[in-house]
């Protein structure tokens, strides 16, 4: 994400990004946080009409000097799913930053503690990768931290068991197969083109999440 220049899948410009927003917002798509979610997936919870969660991962400091204001703009809030190792570092967000995404009610979620690829995890990394970023996230905002967002998307069964372990109520993946015996931890997302039109990403939404 940056203010200026063209989108490809791994970023966005400003502007771009603005023009996704009010798409969905003209278009009357609602946010939804991770709560509500879970609730729908595990209950039954009713939803708000065209519901959509938008995530942000990997802590960059455009989520929040970029991204924020303008989901404030368009009467949206977001899920910031957070890599503990870069905070406070040069182009990263510092934990103040993160506590006022949380005071202004937006969501902020796990993304482990170095963005492992999950073939590389391992059970005697369930403190590092789990347990510790969710305490540390926690202690920053002074709020619960129930959900998680797998680097690169990846997962597997022994993941599936140390982030349950490790206390988080539901996990997020990409658009991969969703596990049969645990879908609240197979949950599925979309990474959005960053050179996509408005009309492409519903489009896209509504082929992916059909």
Do not use: C
Not at 10 to 22: D, F, N
Not at 31 to 60: C, E, K, N, W
Not at 177 to 200: C, D, F, H, Q, T
Request: charged share 20%; glycine share 8%; hydrophobic share 40%.
């Amino acid at each position: 994400m940056d203010n200026k220049g063209k989108g490809n899948a791994m970023s966005i410009s400003r502007t771009q990004l603005s023009a996704q927003l009010k798409a969905l917002a003209d278009s009357g798509y609602h946010s939804i946080l991770p709560d509500q979610l879970y609730a729908y997936l595990h209950a039954g919870t009713p939803l708000p009409a065209r519901p959509v969660m938008i995530s942000f991962d990997d802590t960059r400091a455009e989520h929040f000097s970029i991204a924020a204001p303008l989901l404030q703009q368009y009467g949206f809030k977001g899920v910031f799913f957070v890599m503990t190792v870069p905070i406070g570092k040069p182009g990263y967000m510092t934990a103040s930053q993160i506590k006022a995404l949380s005071d202004m009610g937006h969501a902020i979620g796990a993304h482990t503690w170095d963005h492992p690829h999950a073939a590389n995890i391992r059970s005697s990394d369930i403190e590092t990768q789990f347990r510790n970023p969710r305490r540390h996230l926690e202690n920053v905002t002074g709020r619960p931290v129930y959900y998680i967002a797998y680097p690169f998307g990846e997962w597997n069964d022994s993941v599936i068991r140390d982030v349950k372990l490790s206390g988080y109520k539901a996990a997020f993946q990409l658009t991969g197969k969703v596990s049969p015996g645990e879908p609240l931890y197979s949950i599925r997302r979309v990474m959005v083109n960053g050179n996509w039109s408005g009309a492409r990403l519903q489009q896209e939404l509504k082929t992916i999440f059909r």
